[in-house]
């Protein structure tokens, strides 16, 4: 009787269990707003500047010089990059090329772009066009142009034997430097530095992305920055400033500690002069390119301010008596650096500092490209892309692309950021993304991009996955947008980030906070417009 009784009891506890279940369900989903039509899911059209030619991009390559077919293609759909950039008076978190259309800028930059570097004297040739088939192959329109003044030794690495080529100015002689070659002229320019700069940011153009030339680098001149080596691979060594190293009687480490900060500052005249005859000569160079932008410096110390100021004004001083007039950025300064001084500087746009976890929200004071390198170096997942994005920011990824692995190195496990980074930029040429501002508010999951008219309205929703697959399903596998502005039917799409496809034929009505579900597990994208924004 005893063992019959558990057994009953237990198959009442199990089946009351399940009636509890049923119901905490209905409840759950009673809420969740009810979409109409037959969900089909398509991959995601990689669609440029043009809607004529449409390809579906499922992974990230490497393409090799001489085998780009598939580049060809994208480049005949992008088309040229137009412009000169200049901020969007309309929505200022991003730039125009003043046809009416904001541009988003996003892309992967590697520290090897510009000059060769390597382990060997001369250092390895970087594969340019590999790597801008690379952008290209992942939707990019975007990179840093990396710069470094020195031509020996590296911050980042003890090998004695680290070389940079080329330099700008020539090696004359008399007298050796430091790094054992002929000291500098600085009054003399190497032409085939410059001849390199022109090709390589008109080539990019040609390909439709935007470059960002680095004028200086705060990693150049600083002994105390060094992680490895114990100073001897201090790269300021070997710097054309160091009094050892020219011919010019120019030293730009007065107070002989060993490092060049000073240089970096507006404390010698002599070297402020040679610094502005080089910003003329980088102009001079590309001036009549659209594809321009300009960086003051790399993470120079907080103690730069004035001098990053100074030349932010010289440049637009400068290009009022030419042609064009390109944006210049100011990023983040290290160490001591503050973000306040980025907002309250002249600039066009800045790169913070911050949380990787969480991008600055983007509120029109800055053009603001949120770049990895000035938040946690090699680093980020596709969640930072879209959280970003999302926010209103552009995005840069400082991508380990040939740095860590060597020259002609590829390491795959970043697949993800890149081929995401061009997702964005799909959605960003699909939207009407100049009435798009930042909502966090208007979404649950806190990341939307939003045009909440009462026609026409858009609305393009993040929502991250919470690790966990309860914490999940209870909090992100759903996510309520707030639609009350907006009137009438609405076409839904849920993008599937990691598989790169849509899932379509959806439909909601405005009207009110409404409730959607994914359709697949893991983080997500959730785009919502009018029927008449079609």
């Not at 393409?63 to 077919?69: P, Q």
């Not at 060597?406 to 995401?420: A, H, L």
């Not at 026409?456 to 309520?480: I, Q």
């Not at 790169?500 to 579900?517: E, S, Y």
Request: aromatic residues 12%.
């Amino acid at each position: 009787m005893s063992k019959f009784f558990d057994f009953r009891f237990s198959r009442n506890l199990r089946i009351l269990g399940l009636l509890i279940g049923t119901v905490v369900l209905v409840l759950i989903f009673s809420e969740i707003h009810k979409i109409e039509g037959m969900a089909k899911e398509v991959p995601l059209a990689v669609d440029t500047l043009s809607r004529s030619i449409r390809w579906s991009m499922k992974r990230s390559v490497l393409i090799k010089s001489g085998n780009s077919e598939r580049s060809t293609e994208l480049q005949r759909v992008r088309g040229s990059a137009t412009g000169p950039l200049r901020v969007d008076g309309n929505n200022p978190r991003y730039f125009t090329d003043g046809n009416g259309k904001a541009i988003y800028l996003t892309g992967a930059g590697t520290l090897t772009s510009f000059q060769d570097s390597g382990h060997s004297d001369p250092p390895p040739v970087f594969d340019y066009t590999a790597y801008l088939d690379l952008l290209l192959a992942n939707n990019h329109n975007f990179f840093r142009l990396y710069r470094y003044e020195s031509p020996r030794w590296n911050l980042e690495k003890p090998d004695d034997n680290y070389w940079y080529d080329p330099m700008p100015y020539q090696r004359t002689g008399p007298g050796n430097s430091i790094d054992g070659k002929a000291k500098f002229d600085l009054t003399l320019f190497n032409e085939a530095y410059f001849d390199r700069l022109r090709q390589r940011v008109k080539q990019a153009g040609d390909r439709g992305i935007y470059v960002d030339v680095m004028l200086f680098n705060g990693f150049s001149v600083a002994e105390h920055k060094a992680s490895a080596g114990n100073g001897q691979n201090n790269p300021w060594k070997s710097h054309p400033f160091n009094r050892a190293n020219n011919i010019n009687g120019i030293d730009g480490d007065p107070d002989g500690n060993n490092s060049g900060e000073e240089t970096h500052t507006l404390a010698l005249t002599s070297v402020t002069a040679l610094q502005e005859a080089y910003i003329r000569k980088v102009i001079d160079t590309v001036n009549d390119l659209d594809n321009v932008l300009y960086e003051i410096s790399n993470e120079s110390r907080g103690d730069s301010r004035d001098w990053q100021y100074h030349n932010i004004n010289f440049i637009k001083d400068y290009e009022r008596g030419k042609a064009k007039q390109h944006p210049v950025g100011m990023v983040n300064q290290f160490p001591d650096g503050d973000n306040a001084m980025l907002f309250a500087s002249p600039a066009d746009w800045i790169s913070p500092t911050g949380d990787i976890e969480n991008p600055p929200h983007a509120d029109g004071q800055k053009v603001i490209i949120n770049d990895t390198d000035h938040i946690c170096g090699f680093c980020g997942d596709r969640s930072w892309v879209w959280k970003s994005f999302t926010s209103g920011d552009n995005t840069a990824f400082l991508d380990p692309y040939n740095y860590l692995t060597g020259s002609g190195g590829f390491d795959p496990q970043w697949d993800n950021i890149r081929i995401n980074l061009g997702y964005t930029l799909t959605f960003a040429n699909r939207i009407n993304l100049e009435e798009m501002t930042p909502r966090s508010d208007l979404a649950s999951s806190g990341y939307c991009l939003a045009n909440p008219r009462a026609d026409k309205a858009e609305y393009l929703v993040y929502v991250p996955y919470l690790h966990g697959r309860f914490t999940h399903y209870l909090n992100s596998h759903k996510v309520t947008v707030d639609l009350s502005n907006t009137t009438g039917q609405l076409d839904v799409e849920w993008f599937n980030p990691v598989s790169g496809n849509l899932t379509t034929a959806i439909t909601a009505t405005g009207g009110g906070n409404r409730t959607f579900i994914e359709p697949f597990d893991g983080d997500a994208v959730l785009y919502i417009q009018s029927k008449s924004q079609k």
